[in-house]
C-alpha cells in the first residue's frame, strides 16, 4: 500500500515563496503527480516527477528524491489565485491506473 | 462541451433511494475512473475501467454499482446508501495508465 504525507495547512504573503513537501513509503513507487484544486472545483494536473531532480514550469517547479521518498511543490511570486489545496499522489508500481493521493494542502494567499 | 462533465453537480437523496451519476468525456480518452472525496480526507480511488472494463474495483461496498457502456461515458449506479457515504464524487479520464488524469467538476452527494 501506500502512505503518503503533505501539511495541512500553510499560509504565505502575496508575491513570497511557498514549499509543500510530500512524503511516501509505498510498496512500489512509479512517479509522483502534483494537482491543484480551488474550493469546489475539478483536481487539475500540475506537475509529473518520475526521475530525481527538479522540474520547473513557470512560477511552479516540482522536486523528487526516490531514495528519500520525498518530493516538494514550490510555488513562486505567489498571487492571491494560488490559494487552492494542492494534491500530492503517488502511482503505484503494479498498476499504472492506480493513483494514491495525501489529504492535501490548503495554501492560503494573504495580500 | 469539453474536458470532462458530471450531472448532477448537487444531489440529495434518502437512504432506500436509488440513483445514478453520471461522467462524460470529451477528451478521446481509453480510461476513466471513479474517485470519493470527503472533507480532509485523500481522494479515494473506487473503480476504473479502461476500453470498458473494470480494471480497478477497491474494495467498494456493492451499494455502488459502475457501469461504462463506451469509453466517453461512465455511471455510477446508488442504491441503499448510508449518511457516511455523502461526498464529493469525482469522475476522471486519462489515455492509458501512465498519463494525467483530467477530472469533472464532481457530484456533491448528500445521504439523509
Known amino acids: 500500500g501506500q502512505n503518503i504525507d503533505q501539511p495541512t495547512e500553510m499560509t504565505a504573503t502575496e508575491g513570497a515563496i511557498v514549499q509543500i513537501n510530500c512524503t511516501y513509503q509505498t510498496s512500489g513507487f512509479n512517479g509522483l503527480f502534483w494537482y491543484q484544486q480551488h474550493a469546489g472545483e475539478a483536481p487539475t494536473f500540475l506537475s509529473y516527477?518520475?526521475?530525481?531532480g527538479l522540474e520547473e514550469k513557470g512560477r511552479f517547479s516540482s522536486f523528487l528524491s526516490r531514495s528519500k521518498g520525498y518530493s516538494y511543490l514550490l510555488l513562486k511570486e505567489l498571487q492571491m489565485k494560488d490559494s487552492a489545496s494542492y494534491l500530492c499522489a503517488v502511482r503505484d508500481l503494479r498498476n499504472d491506473y492506480k493513483l494514491s493521493f495525501g489529504a492535501g494542502t490548503t495554501v492560503t494567499v494573504r495580500a | 462541451e469539453t474536458g470532462v462533465t458530471q450531472t448532477p453537480r448537487h444531489l440529495v437523496m434518502g437512504m432506500t433511494n436509488k440513483k445514478s451519476l453520471k461522467c462524460e468525456q470529451h477528451?478521446?480518452?481509453?480510461?476513466m475512473y471513479w474517485y470519493k472525496q470527503s472533507a480532509k480526507k485523500p481522494l479515494e480511488l473506487m473503480f476504473v475501467y479502461s476500453l470498458e472494463e473494470r480494471v480497478e474495483n477497491n474494495s467498494v461496498p456493492s451499494r455502488f454499482s459502475p457501469e461504462c457502456p463506451n469509453s466517453s461515458h461512465l455511471f455510477l449506479h446508488l442504491h441503499t446508501l448510508q449518511p457516511e457515504d455523502s461526498a464529493l464524487y469525482l469522475c476522471a479520464s486519462s489515455q492509458d495508465g501512465g498519463t494525467e488524469q483530467f477530472f469533472g467538476p464532481g457530484t456533491r452527494l448528500t445521504v439523509l
Open positions: 477528451l478521446g480518452h481509453n480510461a
Open positions: 516527477n518520475v526521475l530525481d
